[in-house]
């Protein structure tokens, strides 16, 4: 009886109303929505340590300054970081080529792995 109800109900539907409202479950673009699993992220965290895992670590490219302690920062802080680098309004060039190679899953899953240590 539920099944045929809903059924009737989006048969009454106009098309473009049906595209709307199925539109609005959909994800925001460029946004990673996916759930983060942090055991996936540990074969994916080596393009990560080599800056982010030295404590103290400065970096000369382009600029000299303290590379940021991304551990124990919250999941929805780095996934925002990950996504603004790869649309390119964070500007650091290696960060914005990493991000690039990231797919919306990966970028939940380091900010799971992350936010977590």
Known sequence: MLM????????????AALVLALSALAPVAGHAAEA????AAKGKVSMCIGCHGIP?????YPLVYPVPRISGQTA???ENALVAYRKG???H????????S???QDIADLAAYYSGR
């Open 89 to 91: 309004d964070r500007s």
């Open 56 to 60: 103290g670590y400065k970096t000369a």
């Open 93 to 100: 060039p290696s960060m914005r080529a990493i991000a690039a």
């Open 102 to 104: 990231l797919s919306d």
């Open 4 to 15: 045929s109800n809903s059924r009737s109900r989006l048969q009454g539907l106009s098309g």
């Open 36 to 39: 983060g699993d942090a055991d």
């Open 76 to 78: 929805k802080y780095i």
